[in-house]
């Protein structure tokens, strides 16, 4: 398997991630930047709380029938609004990452899915805020209707051999074409 690593899209420099991170979340006091574990990081002088930043885990689902892969179009006030993706979306505390995988594709897309393949961990640095590590599943239809949900305006099969609409994550046009080209080892999980 060839990962793909998509880091180039925003110039992370110093501190800015941590912009509008201002007051502790235990106790309120504003942070003050100070270097623990060889960072600058927010700590609360008064109750010692440290604000670590870590990226967001996430899951995206490659869903293709008949030479066609299933996209949905980014609704308003979404990051990236108005373009197109593989149904994705974070992870919940209480959820693994197959749980998260079949939540999602319902929630956007109204399809009972099973999981079948592992095809790849990305990674995007989009802006300051956002970092996510997002494992790529490939899953089979069971059942469901077909409608775009939760955020989503629209829903729509594409060929594969393209042409693509105007996607949000440049990990997605790759990892489709990557797909298409076979160059994808499957790394089965259910
Ligand atoms: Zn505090």
């Given at each position: 398997m060839k990962l793909q690593h998509i880091f180039s899209t925003y110039s992370y420099q110093?501190?800015?991630?941590?912009?509008?991170?201002?007051?502790?979340?235990?106790?309120g006091e504003p942070y003050e930047l100070r270097e623990e574990s060889g960072k600058m990081r927010p700590v609360c002088p008064r109750c010692g709380f440290i604000y670590y930043k870590n990226p967001s885990p996430g899951v995206s689902v490659l869903l293709v029938e008949n030479g066609q892969v299933l996209l949905c179009k980014r609704g308003p006030?979404?990051?990236?609004?108005?373009k197109w993706c593989l149904p994705c979306g974070f992870m919940e505390f209480d959820e693994d990452y197959l749980m998260a995988a079949r939540r999602e594709v319902k929630e956007e897309t109204g399809l009972d899915v099973v999981l079948q393949n592992i095809i790849n961990v990305t990674y995007n640095f989009?802006?300051?805020q956002v970092h996510s590590l997002v494992i790529v599943l490939t899953a089979q239809i069971i059942g469901g209707t077909l409608s775009p949900g939760d955020d989503i305006e629209a829903v729509k099969w594409y060929p594969l051999q393209g042409p693509l609409?105007?996607?949000?994550?440049a990990a997605d046009a790759m990892i489709i074409e990557e797909y298409r080209d076979e160059k994808l080892a499957e790394i089965p999980v259910d």
């Open positions: 110093g501190n800015n991630g941590l912009a509008g991170i201002k007051y502790c979340s235990h106790c006030g979404n990051f990236q609004s108005g989009l802006s300051s609409p105007e996607m949000a994550f």
